[in-house]
Each structure stands twice: as C-alpha cells, then as structure tokens.
C-alpha cells in the first residue's frame, strides 16, 4: 500500500530506533531526563526562544498553550478550519473555558482587517475579551498553505496592538520554511508561543515541543502536569526528536517535490479537480462522480490510501513515500479512475 493518507503515518526507520534504544535517561518530571532536556533546548534554539517543553503530542501543546494565555471565558480568534477549531474535540472550550471566535481566512490565511474587526474597539461588560489569536502554518485544511512573512507580521503587530497574545500550532512548521525559504525563528519571532511536531513530517513516533519565553514554560509546566502529559523516563521517545531535528528537516524539500509530482500527475485526469496548488506536502482534491470516502475506498483496492477529510480528498507526502512510490500512486488513481 502506498501510504498517503497522512504524514502521521511515518515509522521510525532503523537510525532512529537505534538512537532511541541508546537514549540516555532519567526522571522526565524532574526535568531530570538528559535526552528530553536537550530536545527542549534544541528546540528552543531552532525557534529562537528561551525555553521549550517536551509534550506527548501535538493536541496536547495547543491545550497547554491556550491554557497558559487565557482565563475561562476570554475569546480567543482564530482559522474556521484550523486545528484547534475543527479537530480537537473542543478541548480549548472543554480546559480553558474559552470561547472561539472564528475568522474566514483564505486557505486559512486571514488578514490584519479581519483581526481587526473582530475586536471590539472598546472593553465592555458585554462582550467576551480577545486575548489570544491563534495561527497554524503550515494549514492542514488550508491544502498545506504558507503565511506570507509579510501577512504573518502585519496580523501579529496588528493583534498586539489589542493586547492579543499570539499562539502558532506550527505542526508543519518546518514544512512552511522549506516552501519559503522563510527559518522556522523568523516565523516564531512574531508569535508568543510555538510548537512543532515530531511525529508528522519529521518522522517520529510520537511527541510535540513547545516554546516560547522562560515565564511562558514555566507556567505552561504546570498544565502540562495537569493535563497528564508529564512523562518519566521519556527519554527513549526524545532520542527520536533529537533524531529527526538532525536529519529530517533538510529532507522536506523532497516530500513538496513528491506532493507536486502527484497534484500535476491527477490533474491530468479531467475528472479530478485539485482544490488547492500543491505548496508543500498536502495535495487536496475531488474527483467528479465520487463522494471523497467513495473514492477513498476505491484507490485503496488499487493500493493507493488517501483520507477524505476537510471536505475533499487529502494525499499527504512523506518520509516513507518516495518519488517513484509518489509516481506509482497517480499511475494507480488512473487506473482506477478508468475501471
Ligand atoms: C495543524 C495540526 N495541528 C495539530 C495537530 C495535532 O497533532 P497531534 O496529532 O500530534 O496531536 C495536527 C495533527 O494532524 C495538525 O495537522
């Protein structure tokens, strides 16, 4: 099976299990584990800010992260489709008691006038208060789109000059650099905090990092405790991160040239509509006189996965899809496109 139903699906490969298997260890929760203390920092350096906390997942930093900038009943702004939005069950209304105001944005790119108008102009006993605005970039939904450098900084200076703090769920933040050319602390220098995640094109098992300033992580210690996402001889998982930061990210350039090699492949089928370009390794698309699952279930009888999410079908490229297995998958959508 070609696999391209996400890039979550990755397994370690040999090189990583082996560093996980010599990965010095201690006590997680002490902040006594070496391996873990050095993925945070790391981190932190790759981000440019001053601390960094190891969680076990991607979810998990959004829920810590909202939870450490709001108080129940603020309003936080963000993408429709964005993750916090769309796929965490509400956990950001269930932790924090937040409510979520969302904006409409392009691909989920919004811009500083929409920020702006979702802001009342004066506090009042009325309205909830704006005090966190939420980006993700890559966005997942959006078909794997890119902030413009430019557009990032214009909505984060115009939402602080609300007294907004600003959240960046850079799950595929590394993907968003290897498309623009823009480091991963040039987008991290405009936002409060923000976090990446191992487990998707980076190629780990499991686990997500988070960073922002030292006061920030320091509180945000403290949910991570309560959440349960506080580990102990974590280690072994950290070892994978440490890994994939070595060797993983100069790569991703090949997952985008794979992903691109797809959507030009199906698109030369006249009953598939592309519903995005494809600017970093998600391809979205639908294909006429098949629903999304339907056409899910078909291309896998062909050996091909896909998911049908986000109201379309989404092929995801990948450190265990090659170019050849990426060329192999459109030659399969054909073939089952003409059964
Ligand atoms: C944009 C985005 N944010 C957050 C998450 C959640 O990450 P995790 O699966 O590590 O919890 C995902 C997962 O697909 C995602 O795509």
Not at 46 to 59: D, N, R, T, V
Not at 66 to 77: A, N, R, S, W
Not at 151 to 171: F, N, P, W
Request: include cysteine; charged fraction near 20%.
């Amino acid at each position: 099976m070609i696999n391209l139903f996400s890039d979550t699906q990755t397994k370690p490969t040999p090189e990583m299990r082996a560093a996980m298997a010599a990965a010095d260890v201690g006590d997680e929760q002490l902040a006594e584990d070496p391996t873990v203390n050095r993925l945070q920092d790391m981190t932190a350096q790759l981000l440019g800010k001053e601390a960094a906390i190891f969680l076990p997942s991607g979810a998990m930093c959004n829920l810590v992260g909202v939870k450490t900038h709001t108080q129940p009943g603020d309003m936080i702004l963000a993408d429709r489709r964005c993750h916090i939005m769309r796929a965490e069950c509400g956990g950001a209304a269930i932790f924090s008691g937040v409510m979520l105001d969302p904006l409409d944005g392009e691909r989920g790119i919004f811009t500083p006038e929409q920020v702006r108008a979702a802001i009342p102009p004066v506090k009042t006993v009325y309205h909830p208060h704006p005090t966190l605005l939420c980006i993700e970039n890559t966005h997942n939904y959006g078909g794997g789109s890119v902030w413009p450098i430019e557009q990032l900084r214009d909505v984060c200076t115009t939402a602080r000059e609300r007294g907004l703090a600003i959240h960046m769920d850079g799950a595929r933040l590394f993907n968003a650099s290897a498309a623009s050319g823009v480091t991963a602390s040039e987008y991290a220098s405009h936002v409060d905090s923000v976090w990446i995640d191992l487990s998707k094109g980076l190629g780990c098992p499991v686990g997500a990092v988070i960073a922002g300033t030292s006061d920030f992580i320091g509180r945000a210690r403290r949910w991570k405790h309560a959440f349960g996402g506080a580990m102990r001889q974590a280690g072994i998982i950290a070892a994978a991160g440490v890994y994939a930061l070595q060797h993983n990210i100069n790569r991703l350039k090949d997952d985008h040239a794979n992903a691109r090699l797809l959507a030009e492949g199906l698109s030369q089928s006249p009953r598939v509509r592309l519903l995005y370009p494809a600017d970093t390794n998600i391809v979205f698309f639908n294909v006429s006189g098949f629903t999304p699952a339907a056409f899910c279930e078909r291309a896998a009888a062909q050996g091909v996965r896909f998911s049908a999410v986000g109201g379309g079908i989404r092929g995801v490229t990948h450190l265990d899809v090659s170019r050849e297995e990426s060329a192999a998958a459109v030659e399969s959508v054909m073939k089952a496109l003409s059964e």
